[in-house]
């Protein structure tokens, strides 16, 4: 039973990059609640930043510059 | 294997004997025909090791002495290989080593080396896929990766392979030294895969659990794991969620970074020998004798790879180095001189990688078929042997016949130097003060006659008042 759940574990986990390596299920497990918490934590600043913008009356400045499209637009 | 074999017979035999240690990345293999160094490379890995080359990464890295230089071969061994998609030859490191070999300097070296390497391949947009200690060697005491095929392209959210044979193979060992002061080497031979978390964190004290990296890298891993086999751990929403951002990545390693870069051994004990080189038995003319031959030695010799038996701090490598040698591999049994001497090659930038062994329990093949990690003498290739204050120590020392001692040292390489201690000796006096070893077959004239029966003595040079000689030696 154990052994088939490490297994499902790792199967869903399985990137399909090539690897031979056996990653070991604690490592997994650690990583994988790594990226949700940094995920978690990136929602969580974008979330007060539309608060903050909101209240504040500004706009969030554009993480990339603008298109030419954006310019011909304008 | 000289003829380039054509039937087909002949290549399923050329491509069985791949290097004992490169089995486990069925993505390719290692093959050493006639002085090359090849590597092939499999289909399955045309998308991702296509890209590498395209990427101009490997020249990058080979520009910058991080990476053995590697390239598509043009010999006409490459027909041996039917079935790889590409065949490489890799330039050669002049001596292999293993980590079960290397000072706690040289282990720490080595896993920066890793992770710098990593975050520089992430910034080239590649990955690499695993993180075994062995794909690191050392040319003097700077780092190089061989194994190529580790690099990939990366993908967006992969989770970092490599993390549990990272802790295994560099940061538990050098935790096993700076936490409890127990140097690496023995354990690391005996488990060729690394030190388990799981066997190093009953160890460990509170203290050394209560610092982020060691809760993080050790602890974390070994209770997950244990709640997985358990059933303690929902699968499926931990599994949905197997994604590691690129940032969360690069912040693991440089954490790892910055936390092993602090590592410094703990609890040096006193050390029999890291003194030797200034509180030794010899007056200061006799040591300066003893260089000036040494320096004669070398320069007569003109040898490109010295071995140096019980090189203690490096004194005499550095000598050697200085007189004309081109490198020199050491072997130290006390890991506080070995480290002194790693340091002295890493300062004065030298070609001289001192390792830690007993020349009593020299490292044996093991491995696979123990044939996955070649013993010391197997790798040993040499032209020149250089033994200073060192035979005592196993004939005496270690009731080695002295007939196996010299046997031994004279394997080693066509031409030598061998320092004699006769019985008289302060410090033969200082080993033998709890025993009384009957020394009726050590003296002078037997270590003459057992060496003149291997080989040519070229040259004898008295050294000290207490009768020490270094006799200089070339095999028949």
């Known amino acids: 039973m154990s052994r088939a759940f490490a297994v499902l574990i790792l199967a869903a986990c399985a990137s399909p990059a090539y690897a031979y390596l056996d990653p070991g299920t604690g490592s997994v497990i650690l990583q994988s609640l790594i990226g949700i918490a940094a995920i978690g934590a990136a929602a969580v600043g974008t979330f007060f930043g539309r608060i903050k913008a909101f209240f504040l009356g500004t706009k969030e400045a554009p993480k990339s510059p603008p298109t030419g499209d954006t310019v011909q637009r304008q | 294997m000289t003829a380039v074999v054509t039937s087909q017979s002949q290549h399923r035999e050329a491509e069985e004997i791949f290097d004992p240690g490169s089995f486990r990345d069925p993505g390719g293999r290692v093959f050493e025909l006639d002085g090359h160094v090849l590597r092939t ?86 990955n690499l896929i695993d993180a075994s200690a062995y794909n690191v060697q050392f ?99 931990v599994a949905a969620r197997a994604a590691l951002p690129k940032k969360s990545l690069v912040a693991m390693l440089q954490g790892l970074r910055r936390f092993i870069s602090a590592l410094r051994p703990a609890r040096a004990r006193p050390s029999q020998w890291a003194d030797y080189a200034i509180d030794n038995t010899y007056a200061v003319e006799e040591a300066e004798r003893k260089r000036a031959v040494v320096q004669g030695f070398v320069e007569r010799a003109r040898p490109a790879r010295v071995l140096d038996l019980g090189c203690n701090t490096g004194e005499y490598a550095e000598l050697m180095l200085r007189a004309g040698a081109s490198s020199a591999v050491g072997l130290e049994a006390d890991p506080q001189a070995a480290e002194q001497a790693f340091e002295r ?22 491995g696979w078929r123990n044939a996955e990690r070649p013993s010391f003498a197997e790798r040993a290739r040499f032209d020149a042997v250089v033994a200073l204050a060192f035979e005592h120590h196993l004939a005496i020392g270690r009731n080695v016949p002295l007939a196996q001692v010299i046997a031994w040292i004279v394997e ?30 050590y003296s002078e004239s037997s270590f003459r006659s057992l060496l003149a029966a291997r080989a040519r003595i070229t040259r004898e040079d008295r050294i000290s008042a207490t009768g020490r000689t270094l006799f200089a030696f070339e095999r028949a």
Request: glycine content about 6%; some cysteine; charged content about 25%.
């Open chain 2, 139 to 237: 040319r003097g005491a700077a780092p190089v990766f061989i194994d190529v095929l580790s690099l990939r392209r990366y993908r967006d959210g992969e989770v970092w392979a490599g993390h549990r044979q990272f802790c295994e193979q560099f940061l538990n060992p050098l935790l096993l030294r700076a936490c409890l002061g127990i140097p690496h080497n023995a354990w690391y031979r005996g488990a060729l895969e690394g030190i388990r978390s799981a066997e190093l964190l009953p160890l460990l004290r509170l203290r050394h659990k209560a610092s982020w990296s060691v809760l993080m890298h050790l602890v974390a891993p070994e209770m997950l794991a244990r709640s997985a086999v358990a059933g303690r751990v929902a699968q499926d929403r």
């Open chain 2, 41 to 126: 490379v499999n289909r399955q890995l045309a998308d991702d090791f296509g890209w590498v080359q395209a990427s101009g990464l490997l020249d990058a890295l080979a520009d910058a002495g991080k990476c053995v230089r590697t390239a598509e071969t043009r010999l006409a061994h490459a027909a041996q290989f039917p079935s790889a998609w590409k065949v490489l030859e890799s330039e050669r490191v002049p001596y292999i080593t293993y980590p079960y070999e290397w000072t706690f300097a040289a282990l720490k070296r080595a896993a920066l080396f890793h992770l710098d390497l990593h975050l520089e391949v992430l910034g080239r947009g590649g």
């Open chain 2, 412 to 441: 080693f390489a066509p031409r030598g130097l061998i320092e004699f201690v006769p019985k008289g000796d302060p410090t033969i006096r200082r080993m033998l003060a709890l025993r009384d070893l009957p020394l009726e077959d």
């Open chain 2, 345 to 366: 090659a890493a300062n004065g930038r030298l070609d001289f990688l001192p390792l830690v062994m007993d020349a009593a329990n020299a490292s044996p093949s093991q």
